[in-house]
């Protein structure tokens, strides 16, 4: 009986394995099969699979899951925080991995070329550069691009950069003005100086406590026991030197918590490197007196988002834009543990649960917050009519400006280097004025209304500008007077300015507003409104290498638009203008 269960186990084995066999020489046909067929098909790219690569999925994954969590406490995290824009400064730049989708074949004819790294605004700066017939590159290692636009600073992209014939966004030392710790040593320094050879001798430039809240450094020994002396009884807010976004903030509201954060920084001893630890090092961080009565719209804090533009840094060039207002989406609780109450930034608001209800809320135009304080303020506070257009506008230029002569000095000077930072202001219940932080590479994203009306207009003018100052430069001329300026208004020229008395230009009251983004406008009708409109005719012939193209078209006399001159007492124009020495304009060549 036992034999016969034996022989037939053992047949039933040898079915099995009959039919794997025959299941292995079906595949092994179908492979051939296919194979021949495919013969013809070239191959295609293959998917970098490296670490490297799987470690950023997976770096994203956890960001993207970590950002749909509600951030609603003020925990005491002291962990190393990771800069968002600039996070490789001073590093060897890594070859990009470009998205799949964003591979294209070298482009075809010797340019002008752009290359953009990233995706802050990528997409308006592509639209910018291809109206103009340029084309675009992907390969970061090319050094034959007209303007590269980087929200990521590599140290090669500077060392290779050719003064005088190329455009590079991002001034490469710009933390010295966007961190928080180089914004308060530069605001110090100059305070310093200031007290030294006596106020009255520029009494245009204001005193910090009038405009900057009382701040002190972590990562100097001195300065944080100063701060612990005195900080138990009030709120205070903690940031990180170089991150944005409310990356890394956090209030201090009782002596607890400032008893907590004390012990964690107990474990330094003395003073962190000025420079290389600045960014890096748990202590980076400045704390700020918080200013808990801010002035509030419809029960909401609020702040305002300014562009400044450096456009030329050789010789200086500055300009001052409007921007918008940005709201928070719940009502202000000076005492809430809910951080999106407390920070007005889009990055914070989509954090919370009300966020995609109340999307388009949370950012307003000026004119809309202009409208309201009328409505509002004007008689409760015995406001002047546009307070918004006169006297908010004229303060928060004259801000800007005082902080770049502050910074001025140090910032890294080449002709080619421009930026545009962002500019964040508060106004508390006495409408006084501060500045709360100035961002490199502010946020060009447009995820809803009234910033996809705003942040193109910006962003075209701005290189508008950029490219037209380039251009006189290199040919020997005058900035002034400016044939693209429509929205920006003029802070600075060094160009016009008494080089001896490094002076601050005077700002007109009442016309200090400029031409406020015009409702409505996309990309499209920019491009219709702007007097750069018709694309650069030469950079479309560039058939020869080494043929010489100025990267604006020249203008007609019904393409210019006059303009009046809105910020400075010492109008200049071509004859009265110091000619830089010249220098070759951009060239191409076939590659």
Sequence with gaps: MACLEVKCKFSKLEEGQGAVKALQKCLETAEQRLGTEMASVPPKRQKNTSPTVQGRKQQRAQALSAGRAISTTSELEL?????????????????????????????????????ISGSNGAGLVSI?????????????????????????????????????????????????????????????????VMKK???????????????????????????????????????????????????????????????????????????????????????????????????????????????????????YVLFFAQGYVRLTCTNYNAVSDDLTVHLTNQYMQKKNSLY???????????????????????????????????VFTKRMQQIMLQCFLAAKHKLDRKLGYFDLIGCDFLIDENFKVWLLEMNANPALHTNCKVLRDIIPIVVYESLDLVLEIFNKCLKGRSVLPLETRSHFVLLYNEDAADLSQKQLLKLRPGLCMGRYLRPHMDSASYFRHSPTKEMDASSKKLGCSKRKVALLPKKTCQQTVSQPNMCSSSTTTDKHAEPLQSKKVLTTSNT
């Design 79 to 115: 962990d190393e925080t990771k800069p968002h824009e600039n996070r490789t400064c001073g590093k060897a730049c890594p070859r990009e991995i470009q998205p799949e989708e964003a591979i294209r074949e070298v482009p075809k004819g010797p340019g002008p070329y752009f290359y």
């Design 128 to 192: 910018y550069c291809q109206r103009r017939g340029w084309q675009r590159i992907y390969d970061n290692r090319r050094q034959d691009y007209a303007l590269k636009w980087c929200e990521i600073k590599c140290r090669e992209t500077y060392y290779h950069f050719k003064e005088g014939e190329q455009l590079l966004y991002q001034i490469p030392n710009n933390t010295v003005l966007t961190s928080k710790i180089g914004l308060l040593s530069c605001l110090r320094e100059q305070e310093r």
């Design 197 to 315: 050879v006596g106020r009255s001798s520029n009494s245009k430039l204001l005193k910090m406590e009038e405009f900057f809240p009382e701040s002190f450094r972590l990562d100097l020994k001195d300065e944080r026991n100063a701060f612990f002396d005195i900080c138990k009884e009030q709120i205070w807010i903690c940031k990180p030197s170089c991150s944005n976004q409310g990356r890394g903030i956090f209030l201090l509201k009782n002596p607890g918590a400032a008893n907590t954060l004390q012990a964690k920084l107990h474990s330094s001893v003395g003073d962190l490197p000025s420079k290389r630890g600045q960014c890096r090092a748990p202590q980076a961080r400045i704390v700020q007196r918080y200013i808990h009565q801010p002035l509030l719209l419809e029960g909401k804090k609020f702040d305002v988002r300014s562009y400044l533009l450096i456009a030329c840094t050789a010789p």
């Design 356 to 390: 995609s209800q109340l999307k388009d809320e949370t950012v307003w135009r000026m004119e809309h917050f202009n409208s309201y304080v009328n409505e509002k303020f004007m008689k409760t506070k015995g406001l002047p009519k546009d307070w918004v257009f006169t």
